[in-house]
Nanobody, 119 residues
Framework: QVQLVESGGGLVQAGGSLRLSCAAS????????MAWHRQAPGKEREFVAR????????DYTDSVKGRFTISRGNAKNTVYLQMNSLKPEDTAVYYC????????????WGQGTQVTVSS
């Protein structure tokens, strides 16, 4: 079983920055593809960013390209999401997810952390 715990959310003004962290349990974290998703009020959950097990390959949804950066520290079993130039439309609950079996779907999810961007 893998447990994911997000932190780092909060309230920030438009144009500001936040750094989200996701701490994972499990000895095989370094083999997982990790991702961030988000869900805004009244909307479906959407993909935000993904990072390969090695950290070499990353992928972003178009709306955050150039503003968000996903990274990981395998020694610390942690994945990060650096969010810069935040916009009110980035307001959502952000979830960390792990593809532990390499099937392209996410087997484990965190409880989420709230990000609120004021205008």
């Amino acid at each position: 079983q893998v447990q994911l715990v997000e932190s780092g959310g909060g309230l920030v003004q438009a144009g500001g920055s936040l750094r989200l962290s996701c701490a994972a349990s499990g000895r095989t974290f370094s083999t997982y593809t990790m991702a961030w998703h988000r869900q805004a009020p009244g909307k479906e959950r959407e993909f935000v960013a993904r990072i390969s097990w090695s950290g070499i390959n990353t992928d972003y949804t178009d709306s955050v390209k150039g503003r968000f950066t996903i990274s990981r520290g395998n020694a610390k079993n942690t994945v990060y999401l650096q969010m810069n130039s935040l916009k009110p439309e980035d307001t959502a609950v952000y979830y960390c997810a792990a593809d532990a079996r390499g099937r392209g779907s996410y087997d484990y999810w965190g409880q989420g952390t709230q990000v609120t961007v004021s205008s």
